[in-house]
């Protein structure tokens, strides 16, 4: 046999072996086995770069890079990310293969606040590429996206219209994952806007939806869910029934971040006397703060006055300067004739959200000192 030929046969060899590796990578991945997934689709990644299959490198990386997004790796998601971008500006790739990878890169980019622009943008693109390959299925990846930016922005109503166009989708195409993402996502809506009762019906579907299809991963954010709605509901011991499920079944090695939600979850349900008074609780997880009432504030998209609120509210008593102020709410060096102003504002509106919760009270629950601010030392305020 000459060598040309054996080349070909390795080539031929390594190309079906990249295909093998890729496809127990994906299955390794609906069963949440994230790093058993990783090491699959990184020598598929390897071999496909070796063959020069530039296409098929593109695809696994996208999947890559949604793994590195629950490990919230991030050095390793802005190196992939480079050079996927710089693969998708040399050459020409099918409208359905950039959607994917535009779309992922819209999903790397929304998990930060900061760069949320640039998800939005992404997700713009996805769309654009998929209607240009007239691929329904690509298309309901980045409209599910913008629902979800719309979601953590408290914009129901825009969330809710993205879901509708996308349900129109799936009324013709079907793609498992997204229809199970799109349940919870509406069932999450309908929570935030005290609609408990409908909100269960479709995380009951959704648990029918992703046990049927062996989605792990959607499977316990779905349990998450039906926690949180039962829990702002008042019934506690469905609540309880529903995390003690997602904390049996998440995996902290393979989804550290999951895991980190149902653990804050977990210690919500551990105050130790429940009749124990307190004037605030603050519900990181869902960016809520609760009086002593039970009625929520909700910070969801008000990313300045949330911050500022976890910082003064999570350590009473302690004086933060305008220094950490700045530093922790805008991420800035201080300047005084920058954000004095903004704090100002920011601790008026922080303020009046508090004591209108509370109209017994006559003093500010945010006190000023010479140095900067505190939260009322001798205010009880519980993290869960």
């Not at 999903?107 to 390959?133: G, K, N, W, Y």
């Not at 349900?269 to 039970?294: E, G, M």
């Not at 910070?299 to 350590?315: K, N, P, T, W, Y």
Request: aromatic share 8%; proline share 3%; charged share 30%.
């Amino acid at each position: 046999m000459d060598s040309s030929r054996l080349s070909l046969d390795e080539t031929l060899n390594s190309k079906k072996w990249a295909e093998l590796l890729a496809r127990e990578a994906r299955h390794c991945f609906e069963r949440a086995a994230f790093r058993e997934a990783m090491e699959h689709f990184t020598r598929a990644a390897e071999l496909y770069l070796s063959l020069g299959e530039t296409a098929s490198w593109i695809e696994v990386t996208t999947q890559m890079l949604r793994i590195y997004v629950e490990w919230s790796d991030e050095s390793a998601i802005a190196r992939l990310e480079k050079r996927l971008i710089e693969s998708l500006n040399t050459a020409e790739f099918s409208k359905s293969l950039e959607s994917r990878a535009h779309y992922i890169i819209g999903l790397c980019h929304s998990c930060r606040r900061e760069t949320v622009p640039q998800a939005i943008m992404h997700f713009r693109i996805s769309m654009d590429r998929a209607v240009d390959a007239n691929d329904q299925r690509a298309l309901s990846y980045p409209i599910l996206g913008l629902a979800n930016l719309h979601f953590a922005a408290n914009q129901l109503a825009e969330a809710a219209k993205e879901l509708e166009k996308l349900e129109l989708i799936l009324a013709y195409v079907d793609v498992p994952d997204i229809r199970g993402a799109a349940l919870i996502l509406r069932a999450l809506i309908l929570r935030n806007q005290g609609r408990h009762n409908e909100a269960l019906v479709y995380l009951r579907d959704a648990i029918v939806h992703l046990r049927e299809h062996h989605n792990t991963f959607l499977y316990i954010h779905a349990l998450h869910a039906h926690w949180s709605v039962y829990f702002q509901k008042g019934d506690r011991e469905s609540a309880r029934h529903y995390l003690d499920l997602a904390a049996m079944t998440v995996n902290e090695r393979e989804l550290p971040r999951l895991k980190r939600l149902i653990d804050s979850a977990l210690e919500s349900q551990r105050s130790p006397n429940v009749n124990t008074p307190y004037n605030f609780r603050l519900d990181k997880s869902n960016d809520v703060i609760l009086d002593h009432k039970n009625r929520a504030i909700r910070l969801r998209g008000r990313f300045v006055l949330r911050d500022l609120a976890f910082l003064l509210m999570s350590e009473p008593g302690r004086v933060f300067s305008k220094e950490d102020i700045t530093n922790t709410v805008w991420n800035e060096k201080y300047d005084p004739d920058v954000h004095d102003n903004k704090i100002y504002v920011t601790i008026k509106r922080l303020r009046s959200l508090l004591e209108s919760s509370d109209e017994n009270r006559s003093e500010p629950y945010v006190l000023r000192y010479k140095i900067g601010y505190c939260f009322d030392p001798n205010a009880k305020v519980q993290v869960i």
